[in-house]
């Protein structure tokens, strides 16, 4: 099975500061659905960033699908929606535009979108349920529906590697469902790595075979059926 994402011995501080994670080892096959969890601080979205590219390690090193995450060669197919996202929503840009827009990404040049590439937006925007709004401006979502856009607007770009760092931030409980069970699909039919970012994993816990547990560092990567029980008090995961 080949990695989506290697990180080895890695140390990472912000313009060279204090270090926020250190001595990080951390192993994700390609069509894992792994769930990163940890306290508010704790440095999930900096792991994120740094596993991404989007960050240089302080020390060690950082790899995506075997090669140095800073220099991967095939960005279009990372999907990542950012912590609090909601970029353009105020735009008039319908849901069917903000997904083509992640099709375009694929093909680097902003000329029309081919009848494949058409059908793969449509078909996006269907796997996420919005079938019915995707003419209708994205402001006039609810902040649930719109998360489902850009979930979309990911997928258009038909992704090996699916991060969404806290993709529940003010969304319902039923919604955060239907997104888990969107999620687990991707990851069964479509083989995509997903990789769900979040201080709060109750909703992803029975559909991903790990957990890892940020705190400055890795404090734990096992089954959410091994966590110790320490790990679920209030006290120990929220800073
Ligand atoms: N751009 C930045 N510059 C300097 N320090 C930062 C920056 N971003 C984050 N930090 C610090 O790095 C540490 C980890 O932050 P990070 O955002 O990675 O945590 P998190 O686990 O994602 O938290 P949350 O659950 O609130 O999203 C925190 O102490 C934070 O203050
Ligand atoms: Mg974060």
Redesign the pocket.
């Known amino acids: 099975m080949s990695l989506a994402v290697e990180l080895r011995k890695l140390s990472f501080g912000?313009?060279g500061?204090p270090l926020?994670l250190r001595d990080v080892d951390l192993e994700i096959s390609a069509g894992e659905f792994v769930a990163i969890a940890?306290?508010?601080?704790?440095?999930?979205?900096?792991?994120m960033?740094v596993a991404l590219g989007l960050e240089q390690p302080s020390t060690g090193e950082a790899l995506l699908f075997g090669e140095p995450a800073a220099r991967f060669s095939r960005r279009s197919t990372l999907g990542y929606l950012a912590?609090r996202s909601q970029l353009g929503v105020d735009a008039p840009a319908t849901v069917r535009e903000v997904v083509s827009a992640g099709r375009l990404a694929v093909g680097g040049l902003f000329g029309p979108l081919r009848r494949r590439d058409r059908s793969i937006v449509t078909e996006a925007i269907e796997r996420v349920g919005l079938s019915a709004s995707a003419d209708v401006p994205l402001r006039t979502l609810s902040g649930g529906q719109q998360q489902r856009a850009f979930i979309a607007k990911a997928l258009a770009a038909e992704p090996s590697l699916l991060v969404l760092?806290?993709p529940t931030t003010g969304v319902d409980v039923d919604a955060q469902e239907a997104l888990a069970a969107l999620l687990d699909r991707l990851h069964r039919e479509l083989g995509v790595t997903v990789l769900y970012?979040s201080?709060e994993f109750g909703a992803v816990e029975r559909f991903v075979e790990r957990l890892v547990l940020?705190r400055g560092g890795i404090v734990f990567d096992g089954s959410p059926a091994e966590l110790p029980h320490v790990w679920h008090d209030p006290s120990h995961v929220h800073a």
Not at 39 to 44: A, E, F, I, T
């Open positions: 912000y313009g500061g926020v940890g306290p508010n601080g704790g440095g999930k979205t900096t792991l960033r912590q760092d806290e970012v201080h940020v």
